[in-house]
């Protein structure tokens, strides 16, 4: 994006942090800016695809999520919504696996869901289903 592609308020919102005359059309705005501010082509079109990128995934995971959710959300009876996440991995890990949660699965998965939030609660309960020990009972 070429600074003439801005718009002239924003043009005139730029003259203005540089210290620039605000007064006239887009071409001399975007000609007085063109001579102080390194405004690369490449450098914004990376920016505006990287930022497309970010936007896409979070699209795909959010529809992922509602797809996965809907299925899961009370896998057999289990509310996957309900209590807290201690309360929700000791009922999961009891009703999954047949067993009280470990402290380790406690710790990691806690973490994961509430400090990191890298998983959903429909995450764990697939990590679990997905787990030998599952498959093995």
Same mark, same amino acid.
């Given at each position: 994006?070429?600074?003439?592609?801005?718009?002239?308020?924003?043009?005139?919102?730029?003259?203005?942090?540089? @210290?620039?005359?605000? +007064? @006239? +059309?887009?071409? *001399?705005?975007?000609?007085?800016?063109?001579?102080?501010?390194?405004?690369?082509?490449?450098?914004?079109?990376?920016?505006?695809?990287?930022?497309?990128? *970010?936007?896409?995934?979070?699209?795909?995971?959010?529809?992922?999520?509602?797809?996965?959710?809907?299925?899961?959300?009370?896998?057999?009876?289990?509310?996957?919504?309900?209590?807290?996440?201690?309360?929700?991995?000791?009922?999961?890990?009891?009703?999954?696996?047949?067993?009280?949660?470990?402290?380790?699965?406690?710790?990691?998965? +806690?973490?994961?869901?509430?400090?990191?939030? +890298?998983?959903?609660?429909?995450?764990?309960?697939?990590?679990?289903?997905?787990?030998?020990?599952?498959?093995?009972?």
């Amino acid at each position: 994006m070429a600074l003439i592609d801005l718009k002239k308020a924003e043009l005139v919102a730029l003259a203005e942090e540089n @210290g620039l005359d605000t +007064t @006239g +059309t887009k071409a *001399e705005l975007a000609e007085r800016l063109d001579a102080v501010l390194s405004w690369d082509d490449a450098e914004e079109e990376e920016v505006v695809e990287e930022t497309v990128e *970010e936007v896409a995934e979070e699209v795909v995971e959010e529809v992922a999520e509602e797809e996965a959710s809907e299925e899961v959300l009370s896998w057999k009876g289990f509310d996957l919504t309900a209590g807290d996440s201690d309360a929700f991995l000791k009922g999961l890990y009891m009703k999954v696996l047949g067993r009280e949660v470990d402290l380790g699965g406690l710790r990691h998965y +806690t973490s994961v869901l509430d400090m990191h939030k +890298t998983q959903t609660r429909a995450d764990v309960l697939q990590d679990l289903l997905n787990s030998e020990e599952y498959k093995n009972k």
